[in-house]
C-alpha cells in the first residue's frame, strides 16, 4: 500500500486544501499521515537552538519518514515565498540526522497552496526546494484562492498521477 505524508504548513485554508487531497489519496487506496507543522510547535531553527538540543518531534518524525515514498506539501504564500512554518521544518530535517536525504530522496511529492496573494510564487520556490532535497514533484499542481474553488478532477487527477 502507498503511504503518503502529507505536510499542511498553515492550519486554516491549505489545512483544508491538505484534508481534501488526504481524502482523495484515502478513496483511492493510500495509507496517508497528515501533519499539520503548526501543531508541531517547532522552535525557529538557528545553530544555538540546535545546540540546545534537537526536539523530539524531529526525531520521530525523522524515524517515520523514511519508509514513507510519497509526499504532499500545502503551503500559503507569504510575501511571495514559502510560509516559514515549512521552511523551518525542512532545516530540522535536513540538520538531525545522520542521513537527512533517505527522507526524501527519490520519492514523489505534490504541491498545492491556497492562497489570497496567487500562490504561484510560493509554488515555484517549494518546487524548486523539494527538488534540491531529492524528491520528484509532479509537474501539475493544486492552486486555490477565494476566488478559484477546488475543482474536485483536478484533485482526483493530480492524486493519481501522484500514486501511479
Not at 102 to 114: D, L, M, S, V, Y
Not at 123 to 128: D, E, F, I
Request: proline content about 5%; aromatic content about 6%.
Amino acid at each position: 500500500m502507498i503511504q503518503l505524508t502529507l505536510f499542511a504548513a498553515s492550519n486554516t485554508h491549505n489545512l483544508t486544501l491538505a484534508q481534501n487531497i488526504e481524502k482523495e489519496a484515502q478513496r483511492l487506496g493510500c495509507d496517508t499521515t497528515l501533519i499539520n507543522i503548526i501543531d508541531l510547535n517547532l522552535p525557529l531553527y538557528t545553530p544555538p537552538a540546535h545546540k540546545n538540543g534537537i526536539p523530539e518531534v524531529i526525531s520521530t518524525l525523522i524515524h517515520a519518514l523514511k519508509p514513507v515514498t510519497h509526499f504532499a506539501f500545502i503551503t500559503p504564500e507569504y510575501n511571495g515565498g514559502i510560509a516559514p512554518t515549512l521552511t523551518n521544518l525542512i532545516a530540522w530535517i535536513s540538520v538531525c540526522s545522520d542521513d537527512w536525504r533517505e527522507c526524501f530522496n527519490g520519492k514523489t511529492a505534490i504541491i498545492g497552496t491556497h492562497s489570497g496573494g496567487g500562490g504561484l510564487h510560493a509554488l515555484m520556490q517549494l518546487r524548486t526546494q523539494l527538488a534540491y532535497i531529492g524528491l520528484t514533484v509532479i509537474g501539475r499542481q493544486l492552486h486555490t484562492n477565494y476566488q478559484k474553488a477546488l475543482n474536485p478532477q483536478s484533485l482526483t487527477d493530480v492524486v493519481q498521477e501522484l500514486i501511479k
